[in-house]
T-cell receptor, first 112, second 109 residues
């Protein structure tokens, strides 16, 4: 089944403890992206990647890192999480061209 | 700056037609997307417009006017399962995709 898989689905962590949210897609998509979704603010783009080893900042990149060493994987790294990073995170991927994103199921992160 | 505006909430009756509007101001334009998001779930792609006019897909249609920075999503023959948030998104000149805050649609019997 064509899908974007994120892990974990839920995570509670403490301030400052490094964490990684994994994202993998099995559709051979070139573009991948990370969004966070907060009430009243909608989806805001954190980072995106156009292909392997090509990444760029979105609108809210501070406090996050990404890497794209393989086409299928695009992990999101929080080196030192803070409470304002408590949010619902979505990974998404799409093909080059006029296509919409396929989203993962989301990761609900709470930083205390 | 970049801005996408859509109403926060709308209510409509089962079997009726509802139109959800979206206006945008962005640096560059490479297409407008509509997504549906049920509570607690991931967004799913509904439609895509890059040229002016109406695109029809079953009960759902989407319209675009690039000169006015305006789009709408039209849902016909509303069903209870259409209760969801509808997200308007614009792919900008840099191939980033920015989203509006979403319109929560309530369908009542």
């Amino acid at each position: 089944e064509a899908q974007v898989t994120q892990n974990p689905r839920y995570l509670i962590t403490v301030t400052g403890k490094k964490l990684t949210v994994t994202c993998s897609q099995n559709m051979n998509h070139e573009y991948m992206s990370w969004y966070r979704q907060d009430p009243g603010l909608g989806l805001r783009q954190i980072y995106y990647s156009m292909n392997v080893e090509v990444t760029d900042k979105g609108d809210v990149p501070e406090g996050y890192k990404v890497s794209r060493k393989e086409k299928r994987n695009f992990p999101l790294i929080l080196e030192s999480p803070s409470p304002n990073q408590t949010s619902l995170y979505f990974c998404a991927s799409r093909r080059t061209g006029d296509y919409g994103y396929t989203f993962g199921s989301g990761t609900r992160l709470t930083v205390v | 700056g970049q801005n996408i505006d859509q109403p926060t909430e709308m209510t409509a009756t089962e079997g009726a037609i509802v139109q959800i509007n979206c206006t945008y101001q962005t640096s560059g334009f490479n297409g407008l997307f509509w997504y549906q998001q049920h509570a607690g779930e991931a967004p799913t792609f509904l439609s895509y417009n890059v040229l002016d006019g109406l695109e029809e897909k079953g009960r759902f249609s989407s319209f675009l006017s690039r000169s006015k920075g305006y789009s709408y999503l039209l849902l016909k023959e509303l069903q209870m399962k259409d209760s969801a948030s509808y997200l308007c998104a614009v792919r900008t000149g840099g191939f980033k995709t920015i989203f509006g805050a979403g319109t929560r649609l309530f369908v009542k019997a």
